[in-house]
């Protein structure tokens, strides 16, 4: 078992899909994932599963990989209630979740947007720059370079769910250049395959931050650190100043009036 | 059961496993005097950027560990919000402890007895009357010594 443990992912689930379908029903959605690099080790660590769970899911993958082996059975006391998971964040961290929160107010819109330009005889290409806008100043700019420059310096940036975190900033930033290209040209196909995969992209990727990177983060912040953090994030608002934040969260409301009415 | 919860008497004397680990000296987390919250100056030199701890008097004697994994590395101010007079000077030194020491913290340790909350409200309006914000903590510890909560406030 030590040396699975210490095997990349993809490589195992390769070997024995059954490990793929195990990790997938405790939350853990290795199978799908675009690297699949991290360690079987490293990924029941990062999961926080509670003791008896994990005994039991370590046992379980490993009757998966060795079938004949004679492994013991973990004892598990079923009459212990599982303590609910309510996920309680640090300040700074929490305030990444909120402006998480405002992104996902416009990844909400994009089918909508997505299908007004299919619908409509020229691309309005002042929407689409309006939500590029939006994307570069407000997501990229605003919340993924505080979690760049500041949250992800907290931890060993080595770390495979880092590199995870960059390379999908960087696929998301190449599925802006590319919806631009296509505002240019009034490419409506282009349009449509960028935003819904930046849409598909960012989804997933504010899932993982919420639910599993931040609190994994924040389980290894000293109280001082939270402190710290709470400083250099405040002056990174700061600097941009309190405008900004506002300007963003008046586009979407008007964005959700526009494209939103029938519902409300 | 009547009366208040905070002075109720519970003897749990023959409580089993109070042994521990018992080797060797714990040396005092305190580095500062004075620690009442009347007492202390918010312009003190350690209290400036520090992480500080708000302690509820009785926490001390209840928390085991109180010194190793509580104390250690903050400073320290205590106060009883059941018993002590003239409040609003907390209210405002907490406030000063936030704009003028520039604390980088405030973590308040409080027994799990209703009046001990008090102490929170007392913090909490502090830090709202502050200019800055910083992250607050609530830790509320049992009266056996458990934590029986821990979060960010
Ligand atoms: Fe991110
Ligand atoms: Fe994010």
Redesign the pocket.
């Known amino acids: 078992m030590k040396n699975a443990l210490n095997k990349e992912i993809k490589d195992i689930i390769q070997d024995y899909p059954e490990v793929g379908r195990i990790l997938e029903e405790y939350g853990i959605g290795c199978s799908p994932c675009s690297v699949g690099s991290c360690l079987l080790k490293d990924i029941v660590g990062i999961h926080n599963l509670d003791p008896q769970q994990e005994a039991i899911l370590m046992y379980r993958i490993e009757k998966a990989i060795y079938p004949d082996r004679d492994v013991p059975e973990p004892k598990v006391d079923l009459t212990k209630k599982q303590a609910p998971k309510q996920i309680s964040y640090s300040p700074p961290v929490k305030k ?1 979740v909120d ?2 929160g405002l ?1 996902k107010r416009l990844l909400a819109l994009i089918p909508h947007i997505v299908e007004y330009i299919e619908n409509s005889v020229n691309v309005d290409k002042e929407l689409v720059l309006q939500c590029v806008d939006f994307i570069r100043a407000y997501a990229d700019k605003y ?2 370079m505080k ?1 760049e420059d500041i949250l992800f310096k907290y931890v060993d940036n080595n770390a495979e769910i880092i590199q995870i975190m960059y390379k999908d900033h960087d696929t998301g930033r190449n599925h802006v250049r590319q919806v631009i290209e296509g505002a240019e040209k009034g490419n409506k196909a282009q349009i449509r395959e960028h935003l819904l995969a930046y849409r598909e992209l960012l989804m997933q ?2 899932k993982k ?1 919420d639910e599993i990177l931040y609190p994994w983060i924040d389980r290894q912040l000293s109280v001082t650190q939270v402190g710290e953090m709470f400083k250099q994030c405040t002056e990174a608002d700061a600097s941009v100043g309190d405008e900004l934040p506002k300007k963003y969260e008046r586009f979407i409301i008007e964005l959700e009036e526009k494209f939103l009415q029938e519902v409300a | 059961m009547s009366g208040c919860p905070g002075s109720r008497t519970i003897d749990f004397s023959e409580k089993e496993n109070q042994e521990g680990n018992e080797t060797g000296s714990r040396p005092s987390q305190l580095r500062q005097w004075p620690i009442q919250l009347h007492l202390v100056s918010p312009l003190a030199p350690y209290f400036q950027g520090k992480d500080v701890l708000l302690s509820a008097d009785c926490v001390a004697y209840a928390l085991g560990d109180f010194h190793k994994d509580y104390l250690k590395g903050k400073s320290l101010a205590i106060a009883c919000p059941k018993l002590d007079s003239e409040q609003e000077i907390y209210i405002e030194k907490i406030k000063s402890l936030i704009d003028d020491a520039k604390i980088n913290t405030l973590t308040i340790l409080i027994m799990q007895v209703p009046c001990c909350f008090g102490l929170v409200q007392v913090a909490k309006e502090g830090a709202e009357k502050a200019s800055r914000k910083i992250p607050v903590k609530q830790i509320v510890v049992g009266l056996e010594g458990n934590i029986l909560s821990e979060e960010w406030i």
């Open positions: 990444l402006e998480h992104i919340h993924h979690e990727h504010i931050e």
